[in-house]
């Protein structure tokens, strides 16, 4: 059943109000893991309970613990739950989506104001903003399908279940917990579940997809000195742990991206001819990739290799070090303590336990190969598993027709190289299919500077996401 013209109307004719809803969304700068932003945090879940609210929903915020951030016991963002009709004779459709983002500063080398909505100035349509596609975008994109429905006085074709977490962008803490605890109260009943959190592949092909990484992000300390030392009166003289920290980190992983790691190549599930097709028929330009990541600088030139190491093959990356000189100008210091942060993004069967028994067991070895006097320790801070859906499934069947209808083409069936932790524990836990249903485009620079949503995609993905509910009310569950 294709979607109530006047609920596509309505979207067409309220494009500047959903970017007014989107852009006081995006003020809000709701980092999560991070204690100068836990007052903002709190403050978005705020902001999305008083606007379901008003829109009719039965909305509440639930608290799900406490956790540390840099040594402080802070509460954890609360979880936002709201429900929405209870009729009998329709679907129960669970929706997810998180109200945290990335970190942001201007000084990182944006463009805009990373918290305020702001218009590309030369009229593309793009509206660049911390979160804009990451996810407040989708998110809002929910609660614009709301907005319309109540306005023109119908009601939604679905019973409609929303769950919104502030803490995805730090490793999803306390929400599995969470939804093992309402999993016979909040979530029981639900025929299935959809996830707007992910991208397009590239700028042109709307996707639905089956898959995400997973991810185990990993921080190696190494502290030696009780402080920071001269590098002129120690230099030569002491074990410096960033020189240990240098040697370690450059042996996990090499310049072509090949895990060295051993034992960890060996886990990965082979390929299948199925896997092997579906990866041949996602149209996927190597330009796409160049134009996404401004730059010539893929490792491959080959498509179908270059999506495996984004879809289906691990990946690990150097993220950073805490501790160690970064400010400009030339301070001569030895550095007493220092945390290289480095993920190994996962893919069946690397799961966050094998993969870091291999990461311990070689840290480790390669530590003492140094024969420093330093101390090393190696922490999975945080740890989520690969997961694979059903793409047969009604629900995906629904998303496909939804999709045709709206932007008149077919979509590709993708996986996401990123990762949602909790994607698996929803689908172990309530034992729902999950369908993941991108709006935004492969170029909208989610955790980058100058992040981005087009204002089509966003008024686009609107429709598509109400458009979605109207044909898996109509779809036979065969
Ligand atoms: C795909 C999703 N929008 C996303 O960005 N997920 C993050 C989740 C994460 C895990 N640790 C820190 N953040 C990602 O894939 O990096
Ligand atoms: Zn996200
Ligand atoms: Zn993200």
Redesign the pocket.
């Known amino acids: 059943m294709a979607a109530n013209p006047s609920f596509l109307k309505y979207v067409d004719d309220h494009q500047a109000d959903f970017i007014q809803r989107l852009k006081e969304a995006v003020e809000i700068p709701s980092v999560s893991g991070n204690l100068e932003y836990v007052k903002d945090v709190e403050n978005m879940a705020d902001f999305l309970i008083k606007q379901l609210t008003e829109l009719g929903v039965k909305a509440e915020k639930r608290a799900i613990g406490s956790h540390t951030i840099t040594g402080e016991e802070v509460a954890l963002p609360p979880v936002v739950i709201g429900s929405i009709g209870n009729d009998p004779s329709k679907k129960n459709v669970l929706v997810y989506g998180h109200y945290d983002v990335q970190p942001a500063l201007k000084e990182d080398g944006w463009d805009y104001e990373p918290f305020t909505l702001t218009p590309d100035p030369s009229g593309s349509g793009r509206l660049y903003g911390r979160g804009s596609t990451?996810?407040k975008g989708p998110v809002m994109g929910w609660l614009n399908v709301l907005e319309a429905h109540k306005k023109l006085g119908i009601e939604l074709p679905v019973n409609l279940k929303m769950v919104f977490e502030g803490m995805?962008?730090?490793?999803s803490v306390g929400l599995d917990k969470f939804i093992e605890s309402e999993k016979d109260g909040f979530f029981a009943g639900q025929d299935c579940m959809c996830i707007s959190?992910?991208y397009w592949l590239d700028t042109k092909t709307p996707c639905l997809t089956y898959g995400l990484r997973g991810?185990n992000?990993y921080e190696v300390r190494i502290s030696g000195p009780s402080r920071d030392l001269h590098s002129g009166v120690f230099g030569g003289t002491v074990h410096e742990p960033m020189t240990d920290l240098f040697a370690i980190m450059s042996k996990l992983v090499s310049p072509e991206g090949e895990i060295l790691i051993p034992g960890v190549k060996e886990l990965i599930a082979p390929v299948t001819q199925d896997e092997q097709d579906k990866f041949e028929k996602i149209h996927f330009e190597m330009a796409d990739i160049h134009a996404a990541v401004g730059g010539d600088v893929t490792i491959s030139e080959d498509t179908v290799k270059t999506l495996m190491g984004r879809m289906r093959n691990p990946s690990l990356s150097i993220h950073g070090i805490e501790g160690a000189f970064s400010a400009p100008g030339s301070k001569t210091v030895i550095p007493a303590s220092v945390a290289g942060k480095f993920?190994i993004r996962l893919v069946p069967n690397l799961g966050i336990n094998n993969t870091t028994e291999c990461v311990y067991k070689y840290i480790n070895e390669e530590f003492k190969k140094l024969g420093s006097k330093n101390k090393c320790e190696v922490e999975l801070t945080?740890g989520?598993e690969p997961w694979i859906a059903d793409p047969n499934h009604y629900s995906y069947r629904a998303a496909h027709k939804a999709t045709v209808e709206v932007y008149g083409q077919e979509p590709d069936y993708t996986r996401?190289g990123?990762?949602?932790?909790v994607t698996l524990d929803f689908a172990n836990i309530l034992g729902l299919n999950i369908l993941l249903l991108p709006v935004g485009r492969g170029d909208d620079g989610?955790?980058s500077t100058n992040e981005k949503i087009d204002t089509s995609n966003y008024i686009n993905g609107t429709k598509l996401l109400g458009s979605y509910l109207y044909e898996l009310a109509a779809i036979s569950k065969d």
């Open positions: 990451d996810d995805e962008e730090s490793g959190d992910n991810i992000y993920s945080h989520g996401e990123g990762s949602i932790p989610a955790h």
